[in-house]
């Protein structure tokens, strides 16, 4: 009930396309999301995150989509570049604080 | 957000040796975390680092193993003892702030190959 079950593992995208990456949880208890991206050689970085009261919230090029009732949560990336070529991990957390990762998603955006 | 200083950014150790990293942020944190993370791999949590107390180990983490200070709010250590080549791999430590909202922050990391 702890998982976060993130997809897919890998996702090739063209510049300018939209990359899609997906997360399910269980735990109902969850009431923080967030997305981290990471690049070689470096932490990860939070990158948007969004709480259950709300279904969407955008930074820029970057969305995430939450849908309560299905327990699915989707990070969106309008006009992929090539510089968002990274590793994406989505988390949960609530009141304990300690984040349940996914297994990531290595996302390359071809020129 | 807080900005962590972890040093050493990576080592080449002997197997049986032990290796200390440190975890250096430049402002009080509630939270601070040990991560482990394979090359490609997600994240595992070794361990909560408190302050002033005994570190919270998850399972499969022993503190024989992986001791852990944590002296004051802003820096915490930890060490990897008796090293395997098993032991190879990134750590991490991270930083969390109830203030700022569950916003924890990771320093860029420890590269770790035991030989």
């Known amino acids: 009930q702890q998982q976060v079950k993130q997809s897919p593992q890998s996702l090739i995208v063209q510049k300018g396309g939209i990359s899609i990456i997906n997360c399910a949880y269980e735990n109902t208890a969850f009431d923080y999301f967030p997305w981290y991206q990471q690049f070689p050689g470096k932490g990860p970085a939070l990158l948007i995150a969004i709480r259950p009261d709300v279904s969407e919230k955008k930074e820029g090029r970057f969305t995430i989509s939450f849908n309560k009732s299905a327990k699915q949560f989707s990070l969106h990336i309008m006009d992929s570049q090539p510089g968002d070529s990274a590793t994406y991990f989505c988390a949960a957390t609530h009141s304990n604080y300690q984040l349940i990762w996914g297994a990531g998603t290595k996302l390359i955006i071809k020129p | 957000s807080a900005v962590i200083s972890q040093k050493p950014s990576r080592d080449i150790c002997q197997r049986g040796t032990s290796l200390t990293i440190q975890c250096q942020v430049d402002?009080?944190?509630?939270?601070m975390f040990w991560y482990r993370q394979q090359p490609g791999q997600s994240l595992t949590l070794i361990a909560t680092a408190n302050q002033g107390s005994e570190a919270t180990y998850e399972s499969g983490f022993v503190i024989d193993k992986f001791p852990i200070s944590r002296p004051n709010l802003t820096f915490s250590t930890l060490t990897v003892s008796n090293m395997s080549p098993e032991d190879s791999s990134i750590y991490l430590c991270?930083?969390?702030?109830?203030?700022?909202?569950?916003?924890?922050?990771f320093g860029s990391g420890t590269r770790l190959t035991v030989v």
């Open positions: 402002s009080q944190v509630t939270m």
């Open positions: 991270s930083v969390g702030d109830r203030v700022a909202n569950y916003g924890y922050t």
